[in-house]
């Protein structure tokens, strides 16, 4: 009976992380969608809009570098 009990606990884990898996993969299959909408979407804007929006991200990127650093430092100190 034990051997039963087990082997049924043992599916019902492997269920469970199969359904964590499929949600992981499901994600991520999204974010990719997500992230070729963006790139052809950005591929249509006329190069002066391209070169807006890099400005903005690189402004963007640069304001996040700097709270890791102020993060990372604080936490060093």
Same mark, same amino acid.
């Given at each position: +009976?034990?051997?039963?009990? $087990?082997? !049924?606990?043992?599916?019902? *884990? ?6 964590? &898996?499929?949600?992981? &993969? !499901? #994600?991520?299959? &999204? !974010? &990719?969608?997500? #992230?070729?909408?963006?790139? =052809? +979407?950005?591929? *249509?804007?006329?190069? =002066?809009?391209?070169?807006? *929006?890099?400005?903005?991200? *690189? @402004?963007?990127? $640069?304001? @996040? #570098? ?5 993060? $990372? ?5």
């Amino acid at each position: +009976m034990y051997a039963m009990e $087990a082997a !049924e606990a043992t599916i019902k *884990q492997q269920v469970e992380y199969n359904i964590r &898996l499929r949600a992981q &993969l !499901e #994600y991520k299959i &999204l !974010e &990719l969608h997500r #992230y070729k909408l963006h790139e =052809s +979407m950005a591929a *249509q804007l006329p190069h =002066s809009a391209r070169e807006s *929006q890099d400005q903005a991200h *690189q @402004v963007a990127a $640069a304001g @996040v #570098y700097n709270r890791i650093e102020r993060i $990372a430092n604080h936490g060093s100190s």
